[in-house]
């Protein structure tokens, strides 16, 4: 194995890691990159070359495998590769065509949310189609100490694609078989939560709809609207953010669900645009 390096990219939070081929070297190679993961919480490996099996090996070094909850784009050969895609093959979408074009952090609406996620690419478009990042240690570190300690101890409720709004075709009732729907019911969640592997703390509210967060416990209808409003705006600020462009096929990108919450810009990716994802995320510990 070549002298591993880590690099951030553009004075950001992210960073690059090279000298590793995670088809060969992910097992000697991996309390490096599991300490650049905690430092980083989110890491680029460019120029990979890998079979289902070992990018469902390297994944599972974070944690758990598991399926995403809708399970209709299951790769064939894993059920935990979600196959994201707009690209079509015999006429059918080959997947996922947008996983979430909002700011959210994977499977928070369950009770054990994803810690670790990765996509590897295998055909992406020389532009568009970027991810966006967004550091919550950093959103968390910058509020005020009154803030913190308004926010300290208090939870909200949220369920998977929660709205009021039952037509609206993101929701819940559009989008979920009856037994998907039965398998995510309401959770509780802390508004901060404690990395259980660095001790920091990151906010952990998300306003895209996967999160679907209805209210904050115990706390008025209105004053609990207005204090979502308030950490929404918060946490969307372009400071804690990072625009990553996809570099070409073979990029892997995992992340850290814990402390960073990401957005999808596949929504306004033209159609002859094509770009083709493999997914995989692993199951965390209850949000403390
Ligand atoms: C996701 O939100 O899980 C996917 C992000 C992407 O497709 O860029």
């Known amino acids: 194995m070549m002298a591993l390096t880590v690099e951030r990219l553009g004075g950001s939070f992210v960073a690059e ?171 509780e969640h802390p508004v901060v939560r404690t990395h259980p592997e660095t001790g920091g703390k990151s906010l952990f509210v998300f306003p895209g709809i996967s999160a679907g967060i209805k209210a904050i416990v115990d706390m008025d209808e209105d004053e609990s609207a207005a204090l979502l409003a308030e950490l929404y705006a918060h946490v969307t600020e372009a400071r804690f953010q990072y625009r990553f462009r996809w570099p070409g096929a073979g990029t892997l990108v995992v992340w850290d669900n814990r402390c960073t919450m990401h957005r999808a810009t596949t929504a306004d990716l033209p159609a002859d645009k094509l770009r083709t994802l493999h997914r995989l995320s692993t199951v965390g510990a209850a949000p403390v």
Request: glycine share 8%; hydrophobic share 40%.
């Open 17 to 187: 890691v090279g000298g590793v081929d995670l088809a060969q070297d992910q097992e000697a190679a991996w309390p490096e990159i599991h300490r650049a993961y905690l430092d980083h919480k989110v890491l680029v490996f460019p120029d990979q070359d890998l079979s289902a099996e070992d990018y469902a090996g390297f994944g599972a070094r974070f944690g758990e495998l598991a399926p995403h909850t809708i399970r209709k784009f299951a790769h064939p050969d894993n059920p935990a590769i979600m196959i994201l895609s707009n690209a079509t093959e015999f006429g059918a979408p080959k997947g996922v065509r947008d996983a979430g074009s909002f700011w959210h952090s994977d499977w928070s609406y369950r009770e054990l949310p994803a810690n670790a996620t990765m996509l590897y690419a295998l055909e992406v478009p020389g532009d568009g189609g970027d991810t966006l990042f967004a550091d919550m240690a950093a959103a968390y570190a910058a509020l005020s100490d009154d803030i913190k300690r308004r926010l300290d101890g208090l939870t909200y409720r949220g369920q998977y694609r929660w709205t009021k709004d039952r037509h609206d075709p993101e929701s819940m009732w559009s989008l979920l078989t009856e037994e998907e729907r039965a398998e995510n019911p309401e959770v």
